[in-house]
């Protein structure tokens, strides 16, 4: 993201919003608006968004998996396979 270009008032904004939007969502990227000169918020591309979203998710699942490895709560993963074939087996 080119901060010169990425960075705008929010006067502006209320002027070119529909603009604006249109070029975020063709080019999947990202505004700052500002208000008092301070950054108050960011508008995004759906699709970025999302994106961001998964990729917090996951990142998240590999920090509890990591938590779980250095507490030790952890399996084989062979024991938990036969375990689910014996269950499997006792449906059947």
């Not at 270009?5 to 919003?17: G, N, T």
């Not at 990202?30 to 998964?54: F, H, L, N, P, W």
């Not at 399996?75 to 499997?88: G, Q, S, Y």
């Amino acid at each position: 993201m080119k901060l010169s270009v990425s960075i705008k008032p929010i006067s502006y904004f209320k002027s070119h919003a529909a603009e604006i939007i249109r070029r975020i969502s063709e080019n999947q990227e990202s505004m700052i608006i500002t208000q008092r000169g301070e950054a108050k918020a960011v508008i995004q591309d759906i699709c970025k968004y999302e994106q961001t979203q998964e990729s917090l998710a996951m990142l998240k699942i590999l920090a509890q998996s990591r938590k779980s490895l250095n507490k030790g709560d952890v399996r084989l993963a062979a024991d938990v396979f036969n375990e689910l074939k014996i269950k499997d087996d006792s449906l059947s």
